[in-house]
C-alpha cells in the first residue's frame, strides 16, 4: 500500500500541534473555546458600532443638507472677517477702527433670545433660510461696489454693523434645529459633527489670512464669498421643517388640543415667550448652571486667547502675520482634534461631568500658554487648550438641547449666546491688566479666577451636573 506524500504528513502533523495548542490555551473544552470565539466577535462588534455612531447623524435625511449648508456659511463668513478686517487696517491704518470693526461682529448678541422666540414661530429652518439669504445679498452688495471701485470703509462699517446684527443667532439656531431633527442618542456626534464647520473655516481662513484679499482682489474674493452663501442658502432649503413633537392629526378627526396650542402661541407675544424661557432656564439648575459657566468661560477663558493673541504675537514672541496665523490655527486645529473625539466616543460620555472636568484643564492650559516664551511653545499649548474647549464647550450645548423642554430648545440656546457677552468684559479688564502687570501675570489671575468659580458652580449645582443618573448626564 502506497504511503502518503511527505507534505501531506507535514500538514497532518502541523494541524495535530495547532489542535493541541489551542485546546490548551482554551482550557481544552468547548465551553471556553466558545467564549473566545465571542470575545473576538465582541471586539469586532465594538469596532462597528464605533464607525456606526460617527457616520450616524448622516442616516437623518435633514442633517445631509444642514452640515453642507453650515459648512458653505461658515467658510464664508471666516473668509469675509479676514477679508474686511484686513480692509479696514489697510485703508484706515487705525488698531481703533480695527477693533471697533471687531466689535460689530457681536452688536447683536443681545437680540440672540429674540431670534430664538421667532425661530420657535416661524420654524428654526425657515429663519435660518432667511439669514442666510441676508447674509448672501450683503455678501452681493459689497462684491459690486468692489468691481465698481466705490468701496469705502464707511461702507464696510454699515455692513458689518448689519450683518453683526444677525450673525450671533446663526449658531444658536442652527443648533436649535440640529436638537428639533436629530433623534437624542445621536445628538452628541451630530454636535460634534456640526461644529467641524467652525473649526475647519478658522482653521482655513488663519492659514490663509488676508491672503486671498492679495490674489483675487476685493471684487473676486467677494464673488467667492456670495457664491458660497448662496450654496448655504440653497442647501438649508433641502432641511426639514418638521420640529421635534409635531405630529399630524388622522384624517378627518380634529386634533383640539393641538388648534388650542397653536391659538395661544399666535394669541402671545415675543416678549411673553422670552419671559416664559428666562423663567425655564431659571427654574431648571442644569440649564442654569450651564449659563453661569458658559459667561465665566467667556470672561476668563476666550478674552485670554480670541483677543489677545496678536498681542501675544507681536509683543511677546516678536513675530508678524505669520506667527499669528499659526497661533490662531493652533488652536483651531486643537478644536477640531476634540471634536474629532467626540464624534467617535461622544454617546459614551456624561455632558455635565465632562464640561466642568475640561473647563478646568482649559484653565490649565491657558494659564501655561501665559507661561510659554516661544512661538513653538506657544502653538502646542493652543492646541491642547483647543482640544479641552471643545470637550468643554460641545458637551455644554448638547446638555443645553437635552434637558431643555422640546418648546423652549430655540429660546434657551438663543439665551446661551447672551453668555457672548462676557468676552467684551473680560477684553477690556485684560486691556488694563495686561498694560500694568504683563500678559503672563494676567493670564494667572484670569486662571485662578475661572478655577475658583468653576469650583464654587460645581458645588452650588452637584447634585444636578455630577451623579451619573442626572438628567443632564444622560447620554
Given at each position: 500500500m502506497?504511503?502518503?506524500?511527505?507534505?501531506?504528513?507535514?500538514?497532518?502533523?502541523?494541524?495535530?500541534?495547532?489542535?493541541?495548542?489551542?485546546?490548551?490555551?482554551?482550557?481544552?473544552?468547548?465551553?471556553?473555546?466558545?467564549?473566545?470565539?465571542?470575545?473576538?466577535?465582541?471586539?469586532?462588534?465594538?469596532?462597528?458600532?464605533?464607525?456606526?455612531?460617527?457616520?450616524?447623524?448622516?442616516?437623518?435625511?435633514?442633517?445631509?443638507?444642514?452640515?453642507?449648508?453650515?459648512?458653505?456659511?461658515?467658510w464664508?463668513?471666516?473668509?469675509?472677517?479676514?477679508?474686511?478686517?484686513?480692509?479696514?487696517?489697510?485703508?484706515?491704518?487705525?488698531?481703533?477702527?480695527?477693533?471697533?470693526?471687531a466689535?460689530?461682529?457681536?452688536?447683536?448678541?443681545?437680540?440672540?433670545?429674540?431670534?430664538?422666540?421667532?425661530?420657535?414661530?416661524?420654524?428654526?429652518?425657515?429663519l435660518?433660510?432667511?439669514?442666510?439669504?441676508?447674509?448672501?445679498?450683503?455678501?452681493?452688495?459689497?462684491?459690486?461696489l468692489?468691481?465698481?471701485?466705490?468701496?469705502?470703509?464707511?461702507?464696510?462699517f454699515?455692513?458689518?454693523?448689519?450683518?453683526?446684527?444677525?450673525?450671533?443667532?446663526?449658531?444658536?439656531?442652527?443648533?436649535?434645529?440640529?436638537?428639533?431633527?436629530?433623534?437624542?442618542?445621536?445628538?452628541?456626534?451630530?454636535?460634534?459633527?456640526?461644529?467641524?464647520?467652525?473649526?475647519?473655516?478658522?482653521?482655513?481662513?488663519?492659514?490663509?489670512?488676508?491672503?486671498?484679499?492679495?490674489?483675487?482682489?476685493?471684487?473676486?474674493?467677494?464673488?467667492?464669498?456670495?457664491?458660497?452663501?448662496?450654496?448655504?442658502?440653497?442647501?438649508?432649503?433641502?432641511?426639514?421643517?418638521?420640529?421635534?413633537?409635531?405630529?399630524?392629526?388622522?384624517?378627518?378627526?380634529?386634533?383640539?388640543?393641538?388648534?388650542?396650542?397653536?391659538?395661544?402661541?399666535?394669541?402671545?407675544?415675543?416678549?411673553?415667550?422670552?419671559?416664559?424661557?428666562?423663567?425655564?432656564?431659571?427654574?431648571?439648575?442644569?440649564?442654569?448652571?450651564?449659563?453661569?459657566?458658559?459667561?465665566?468661560?467667556?470672561?476668563?477663558?476666550?478674552?485670554?486667547?480670541?483677543?489677545?493673541?496678536?498681542?501675544?504675537?507681536?509683543?511677546?514672541?516678536?513675530?508678524?502675520?505669520?506667527?499669528?496665523?499659526?497661533?490662531?490655527?493652533?488652536?483651531?486645529a486643537?478644536?477640531?482634534?476634540?471634536?474629532?473625539?467626540?464624534?467617535?466616543?461622544?454617546?459614551?460620555?456624561?455632558?455635565?461631568?465632562?464640561?466642568?472636568?475640561?473647563?478646568?484643564?482649559?484653565?490649565?492650559?491657558?494659564?501655561?500658554?501665559?507661561?510659554?516664551?516661544?512661538?513653538?511653545?506657544?502653538?502646542?499649548?493652543?492646541?491642547?487648550?483647543?482640544?479641552a474647549?471643545?470637550?468643554?464647550?460641545?458637551?455644554?450645548?448638547v446638555?443645553?438641547?437635552?434637558?431643555?423642554?422640546?418648546?423652549?430648545r430655540?429660546?434657551?440656546?438663543?439665551?446661551?449666546?447672551?453668555?457672548?457677552?462676557?468676552?467684551?468684559?473680560?477684553?477690556?479688564l485684560?486691556?488694563?491688566?495686561?498694560?500694568?502687570?504683563?500678559?503672563?501675570?494676567?493670564?494667572?489671575?484670569?486662571?485662578?479666577t475661572?478655577?475658583?468659580?468653576?469650583?464654587?458652580?460645581?458645588?452650588?449645582?452637584?447634585?444636578?451636573?455630577w451623579?451619573?443618573?442626572?438628567?443632564?448626564?444622560?447620554?
Amino acid at each position: 500500500m502506497a504511503s502518503a506524500p511527505p507534505h501531506q504528513h507535514r500538514r497532518k502533523k502541523n494541524k495535530r500541534f495547532y489542535d493541541k495548542n489551542n485546546d490548551a490555551h482554551a482550557g481544552a473544552t468547548p465551553h471556553h473555546r466558545c467564549q473566545r470565539l465571542c470575545g473576538a466577535a465582541g471586539a469586532r462588534r465594538t469596532r462597528l458600532s464605533a464607525a456606526a455612531s460617527f457616520m450616524a447623524p448622516f442616516r437623518v435625511r435633514s442633517f445631509r443638507f444642514q452640515w453642507p449648508a453650515d459648512l458653505c456659511t461658515s467658510w464664508a463668513a471666516e473668509m469675509e472677517v479676514l477679508i474686511l478686517g484686513w480692509y479696514v487696517l489697510v485703508e484706515t491704518r487705525s488698531v481703533l477702527l480695527l477693533t471697533l470693526f471687531a466689535s460689530l461682529q457681536y452688536i447683536g448678541t443681545l437680540l440672540a433670545p429674540l431670534f430664538g422666540v421667532i425661530g420657535h414661530r416661524v420654524g428654526e429652518r425657515n429663519l435660518l433660510c432667511a439669514m442666510r439669504a441676508f447674509y448672501a445679498t450683503l455678501a452681493s452688495a459689497l462684491m459690486t461696489l468692489a468691481f465698481l471701485g466705490w468701496l469705502t470703509p464707511v461702507q464696510v462699517f454699515i455692513m458689518a454693523t448689519l450683518t453683526g446684527i444677525v450673525r450671533p443667532s446663526d449658531l444658536a439656531i442652527r443648533f436649535a434645529l440640529i436638537g428639533n431633527t436629530m433623534p437624542s442618542g445621536h445628538l452628541m456626534g451630530a454636535m460634534s459633527t456640526s461644529r467641524t464647520t467652525q473649526d475647519s473655516a478658522r482653521i482655513i481662513g488663519a492659514l490663509s489670512g488676508a491672503g486671498v484679499f492679495a490674489a483675487l482682489g476685493m471684487g473676486a474674493a467677494f464673488l467667492c464669498i456670495a457664491l458660497l452663501y448662496v450654496c448655504g442658502f440653497v442647501l438649508t432649503l433641502g432641511v426639514s421643517a418638521v420640529r421635534a413633537g409635531d405630529h399630524t392629526p388622522p384624517a378627518g378627526q380634529t386634533d383640539t388640543a393641538t388648534k388650542g396650542a397653536q391659538t395661544a402661541v399666535a394669541a402671545s407675544s415675543h416678549w411673553h415667550d422670552l419671559k416664559a424661557t428666562l423663567i425655564h432656564v431659571r427654574q431648571t439648575p442644569s440649564l442654569l448652571a450651564a449659563m453661569v459657566l458658559a459667561f465665566l468661560f467667556n470672561v476668563t477663558a476666550f478674552s485670554m486667547i480670541m483677543g489677545l493673541l496678536p498681542y501675544v504675537a507681536k509683543e511677546i514672541y516678536g513675530s508678524g502675520q505669520t506667527g499669528l496665523g499659526y497661533l490662531v490655527a493652533s488652536f483651531s486645529a486643537g478644536s477640531l482634534i476634540g471634536t474629532l473625539v467626540l464624534m467617535q466616543f461622544g454617546h459614551r460620555t456624561r455632558p455635565a461631568r465632562m464640561m466642568l472636568i475640561f473647563c478646568v484643564l482649559w484653565h490649565i492650559a491657558i494659564f501655561a500658554f501665559g507661561q510659554m516664551q516661544t512661538l513653538a511653545g506657544g502653538a502646542v499649548v493652543l492646541v491642547l487648550a483647543g482640544i479641552a474647549q471643545s470637550l468643554c464647550t460641545i458637551p455644554l450645548s448638547v446638555m443645553l438641547l437635552r434637558t431643555a423642554d422640546e418648546q423652549f430648545r430655540g429660546r434657551v440656546m438663543g439665551i446661551r449666546i447672551l453668555a457672548v457677552y462676557g468676552l467684551p468684559i473680560g477684553l477690556m479688564l485684560a486691556g488694563q491688566l495686561v498694560s500694568r502687570i504683563g500678559y503672563a501675570n494676567t493670564s494667572t489671575l484670569y486662571c485662578i479666577t475661572g478655577l475658583f468659580f468653576i469650583g464654587l458652580i460645581a458645588m452650588r449645582w452637584r447634585q444636578h451636573l455630577w451623579p451619573q443618573d442626572a438628567p443632564a448626564n444622560r447620554r
